[in-house]
Every structure is written in structure tokens, then in C-alpha cells.
């Protein structure tokens, strides 16, 4: 159990906007709770433009972590002392840390994705085909996350400069990984989804009811793997088409889950409970 609130009490948080429904604060909280640490996880509704503002708060208040969320993942690359790696090359913070007084960005998007589909699925990724859907923010971490892990990826966004700059990033994450020769990622066209043995949503199409679905539900069989980023609804139209279809579906609540999990590590310096933090957003996780 947590013990009780104190003066010693050590508090980490979400900023973003809207984060009120964020999972987040139960994930964390749930964590601490069953090592019983004495820390406080707490969502900070921070609009568009406040990123500088919250780390600056972070510095005076002594908070010692935050997560970051939508809309101020790029803002608050430029309010940190320094980036990690992944946050450099992604343009985009989704964590910060402190290492003495310097704040630290953070990206861990990349292996929460990697990490849900091994630990939920036992997905192997070397050798795999992969199209991803999108060329926003969520789309580079994973395009990056999955050429990193060996497979080959097809990016098949709305807008081609989107999809470029995906591809960019994700030859950049191979020849970083060292799997750079090996490694296909270009841009292509829907009908690529036919042949891809992982398919992924990372647009927010789905989210709400109305949302046209996307890609052509006759894109997906059975024999391939469909993850959609969304959380909320948990099974999105394109879930349902895709178990329909035959093919073995996953949600966004794993990469929820472990993206939380390497935050967790990072302020706490302790392996993160996924078990219990997985059961407070209602995932079962093995081990
Ligand atoms: P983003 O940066 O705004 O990118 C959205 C992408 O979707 C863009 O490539 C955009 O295309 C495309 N798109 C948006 N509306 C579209 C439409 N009507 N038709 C076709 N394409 C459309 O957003 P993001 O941060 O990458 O987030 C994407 C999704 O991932 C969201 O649903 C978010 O909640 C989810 N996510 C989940 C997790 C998790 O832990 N499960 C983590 C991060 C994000 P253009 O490039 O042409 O504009």
C-alpha cells in the first residue's frame, strides 16, 4: 500500500490538454501503491503554449517527473536541458525526468509500442512487414520503434509530406540501429496493407463514431496482426473489421501501459509493476 500522504511525499504528473480522461494518473498511482512508494501522480491540465511554463513549474516546485501528452510533446522539446536520444530524433518529449537540476526529454512512445506487442502478443519483429497508417507524432515513434526492432515498414499517410518525413525519420532510426542496409521504409499506397503482416492505426480516425475508417476494411485477412493506438473506444471500427476479417487485433491500452512503464523505471529508478499497472486499466499482462 502508498503510504500516507506527506511531507515527503514525492509527485509526478501528466500535462496536456484535454487530459481529465487521461489513464495515466491510475496507472502511476496503481504502481505506487503496490510497491508502496511514497509518491502522488496527478493530471495538470496544461493548454497549448504552457509546456515551457509546466517545466519551469517542474524546476521550482521539485516535481520529479511528468509525462507529456497532446498538444505540447514538440513544445516542450525546447524547455529541457537535454534530450535522450529517441526525443531528439522524434522532435518530441513524452517524459521528462530530473538528473540533479537539469530536466531531461524523454521519449518513450517507441518502446511502450514494442513492448505492448512482445509482452501481449509474443510478436517477433525481425524480418516482419509492417504498414503503419499516419505520419503524425504516435506514427514516427512507432515507424522508428519497429525498423529498430528489424522489420520493414510501408507508411501510408493522407498527406505525403507527412509520410516523407516519417520515412525520413524512420531510415535515420535504422542507420542508428545499425540495421540500415537491411532495412526497407518507404511510402506507399493503401493497397500495401494487403500484404503487410502488421497493420497499424496511428491516426485518430476511430475516435469518434462518426470517423470514415482507415483503410478499406478488404484490406485486412486473416493471418495478419491489426493494433490500433486508440484506446477509447476499445475496439474501434477498425478492430472490429479486422477481427471480423480473421486477422488477431490489439488496442492502444498495452502501449499505454508500457510507454507508462519505462516513466515509471526512469523516476523511480524501480522496474514498473505492469501487472498491477495493467489491471487498473483493466489489461491482464502475464508474468
Ligand atoms: P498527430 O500527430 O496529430 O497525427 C495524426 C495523423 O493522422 C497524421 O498523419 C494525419 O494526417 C492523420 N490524420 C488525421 N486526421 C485524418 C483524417 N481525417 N483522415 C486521414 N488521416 C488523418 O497525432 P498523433 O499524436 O500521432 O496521434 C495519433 C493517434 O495515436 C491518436 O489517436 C492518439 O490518441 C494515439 N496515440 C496513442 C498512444 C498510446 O499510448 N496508445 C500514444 C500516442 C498516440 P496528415 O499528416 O495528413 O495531417
Same mark, same amino acid.
Given at each position: 500500500m502508498r503510504p500516507a500522504l506527506s511531507g515527503d511525499t514525492k509527485v509526478a504528473g501528466v500535462i496536456g490538454d484535454p487530459v481529465r480522461h487521461s489513464l495515466s494518473p491510475a496507472l502511476h498511482n496503481a504502481g505506487f501503491a503496490h510497491l508502496g512508494l511514497d509518491? +502522488?501522480?496527478v493530471a495538470f491540465e496544461v493548454p497549448a503554449g504552457g509546456g515551457a511554463g509546466a517545466v519551469a513549474a517542474m524546476r521550482a516546485l521539485g516535481i520529479d517527473g511528468l509525462s507529456v501528452t497532446m498538444p505540447l510533446k514538440a513544445e516542450v522539446v525546447e524547455a529541457c536541458?537535454?534530450?535522450?536520444?529517441?526525443?531528439?530524433m522524434l522532435g518530441a518529449?513524452?517524459?521528462?525526468?530530473?538528473?540533479?537540476?537539469?530536466m531531461i526529454g524523454e521519449n518513450t512512445d517507441g518502446v511502450g509500442f514494442v513492448n505492448s506487442l512482445r509482452r501481449q502478443a509474443g510478436v517477433e519483429f525481425a524480418g516482419m512487414h509492417a504498414v503503419v497508417l499516419g505520419?503524425?507524432?504516435a506514427a514516427r515513434a512507432v515507424v522508428a520503434a519497429l525498423v529498430s526492432e528489424g522489420a520493414s515498414v510501408t507508411i501510408v499517410n493522407r498527406s505525403m509530406e507527412s509520410a516523407v518525413r516519417a520515412a525520413e525519420l524512420g531510415k535515420a532510426a535504422?542507420?542508428?540501429?545499425?540495421?540500415?542496409s537491411s532495412m526497407s521504409v518507404m511510402v506507399g499506397a493503401?493497397?500495401?496493407?494487403?500484404?503487410a503482416d502488421l497493420v497499424v492505426n496511428a491516426t485518430p480516425l476511430g475516435m469518434n463514431a462518426a470517423d470514415p475508417m482507415p483503410v478499406a476494411p478488404e484490406m485486412l485477412r486473416r493471418g495478419q496482426m +491489426?493494433?490500433?493506438?486508440?484506446y477509447m473506444p476499445a475496439v474501434t471500427p477498425f478492430l472490429e473489421?479486422?477481427?471480423e476479417a480473421g486477422a488477431q487485433i490489439l488496442n492502444g491500452t498495452g502501449m499505454l501501459l508500457f510507454q507508462a512503464a519505462e516513466q515509471f523505471k526512469m523516476w523511480t529508478g524501480r522496474d514498473a509493476p505492469v501487472k498491477a499497472m495493467g489491471a487498473a486499466v483493466g489489461l491482464d499482462i502475464a508474468g
Amino acid at each position: 500500500m502508498r503510504p500516507a500522504l506527506s511531507g515527503d511525499t514525492k509527485v509526478a504528473g501528466v500535462i496536456g490538454d484535454p487530459v481529465r480522461h487521461s489513464l495515466s494518473p491510475a496507472l502511476h498511482n496503481a504502481g505506487f501503491a503496490h510497491l508502496g512508494l511514497d509518491w +502522488a501522480y496527478v493530471a495538470f491540465e496544461v493548454p497549448a503554449g504552457g509546456g515551457a511554463g509546466a517545466v519551469a513549474a517542474m524546476r521550482a516546485l521539485g516535481i520529479d517527473g511528468l509525462s507529456v501528452t497532446m498538444p505540447l510533446k514538440a513544445e516542450v522539446v525546447e524547455a529541457c536541458d537535454e534530450l535522450s536520444p529517441a526525443a531528439a530524433m522524434l522532435g518530441a518529449v513524452n517524459c521528462v525526468r530530473r538528473s540533479g537540476d537539469r530536466m531531461i526529454g524523454e521519449n518513450t512512445d517507441g518502446v511502450g509500442f514494442v513492448n505492448s506487442l512482445r509482452r501481449q502478443a509474443g510478436v517477433e519483429f525481425a524480418g516482419m512487414h509492417a504498414v503503419v497508417l499516419g505520419g503524425g507524432g504516435a506514427a514516427r515513434a512507432v515507424v522508428a520503434a519497429l525498423v529498430s526492432e528489424g522489420a520493414s515498414v510501408t507508411i501510408v499517410n493522407r498527406s505525403m509530406e507527412s509520410a516523407v518525413r516519417a520515412a525520413e525519420l524512420g531510415k535515420a532510426a535504422a542507420a542508428a540501429a545499425g540495421v540500415g542496409s537491411s532495412m526497407s521504409v518507404m511510402v506507399g499506397a493503401p493497397g500495401a496493407v494487403r500484404d503487410a503482416d502488421l497493420v497499424v492505426n496511428a491516426t485518430p480516425l476511430g475516435m469518434n463514431a462518426a470517423d470514415p475508417m482507415p483503410v478499406a476494411p478488404e484490406m485486412l485477412r486473416r493471418g495478419q496482426m +491489426a493494433v490500433d493506438l486508440i484506446y477509447m473506444p476499445a475496439v474501434t471500427p477498425f478492430l472490429e473489421v479486422a477481427d471480423e476479417a480473421g486477422a488477431q487485433i490489439l488496442n492502444g491500452t498495452g502501449m499505454l501501459l508500457f510507454q507508462a512503464a519505462e516513466q515509471f523505471k526512469m523516476w523511480t529508478g524501480r522496474d514498473a509493476p505492469v501487472k498491477a499497472m495493467g489491471a487498473a486499466v483493466g489489461l491482464d499482462i502475464a508474468g
